[in-house]
């Protein structure tokens, strides 16, 4: 995978918009002259804006094929055709199909905190860049982002939803439409941290659902819902199970880190 940087990222947009090129480098001039670029994980001065320094990108483990392709969890063998993990096959997940853009250690690890804890939106770019293309085969199939909603109190603790900002971008790269309001926290439910895959699943087991009000929007559409981590599945398993209640086609799920050292299961 490429490094991204600004220059790419503005090409298609940029190059049909109005804006003139000219006008477009200059602005970017005056702008590095004012914010330097610097790396979205270490702060070290950089070439481009929207990247990392090459010490930080090593640092991020991509996930690349072959994968399960019910879990997204990378497979030691290609065996050709569509592979499912032993996971998957024992106990399918009510989604399609999941991906996710790097394991979740890192400067992966550390970017996903810094968005989620430190309101940094300046990764939101290089961010939404990965995503699509960690997403490539389920954005073909998919009609409507939604993004996994925080708890009312956490919403307001922390001011912002990282996975609405995620699932925003990619709908505007992928130009698909975004539902951010299409599920809804039911009831409060406690963190996740800590505990345990058994735990977490009762924790969210029927916390989401679409308002009825929304209802329209999700029959027979086909939903990417979008987190920022899945840890053991149980989170985006209860929003895919709520979609799919409110009758949704077919739901997929894409994130940014994913927890590779234990195998995510249903929820
Ligand atoms: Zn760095």
Request: proline share 7%; glycine share 8%; aromatic share 4%.
């Amino acid at each position: 995978m490429a490094e991204w940087s600004l220059e790419e990222d503005c090409g298609p947009e940029g190059a049909r918009g109005p804006q003139p090129g000219l006008l477009r480098r200059s602005l970017r001039a005056l702008s590095d002259m004012v914010m330097p670029p610097v790396c979205l994980v270490c702060r070290t001065r950089i070439e481009a804006h929207d990247a990392l320094c090459a010490r930080c990108w090593r640092d991020i483990d991509f996930i690349r094929p072959p994968l399960c392709d019910r879990l997204g969890l990378p497979l030691p063998f290609d065996t050709g055709g569509t592979m499912i993990s032993a996971a998957a096959a024992a106990d399918p997940p009510p989604f399609a199909r999941a991906r996710a853009v790097a394991a979740h250690t890192g400067s992966m690890r550390t970017l996903v905190h810094a968005l989620k804890f430190h309101d940094r939106q300046d990764a939101r770019r290089l961010l939404g860049k990965w995503l699509v293309e960690a997403g490539r085969e389920l954005l073909v199939d998919s009609e409507v982002v939604v993004p996994v909603p925080l708890a009312r109190g956490r919403l307001l603790a922390r001011r912002f939803n990282q996975s609405a900002i995620l699932s925003r971008e990619v709908a505007r790269l992928a130009k698909l439409s975004f539902e951010p309001l299409l599920l809804e926290r039911t009831r409060a439910t406690a963190s996740q941290v800590g505990l345990s895959r058994g735990e977490r699943q009762r924790n969210v087991r029927g916390a989401f659902a679409v308002p009825t009000r929304l209802a329209a929007r999700a029959k027979g559409r086909n939903i990417l819902l979008i987190d920022d981590v899945i840890t053991t599945g149980s989170t985006v398993g209860a929003c895919a199970r709520a979609l799919i209640r409110a009758g949704a086609g077919r739901v997929d799920v894409l994130a940014l880190a994913l927890v590779t050292d234990q195998a995510p299961i249903p929820g």
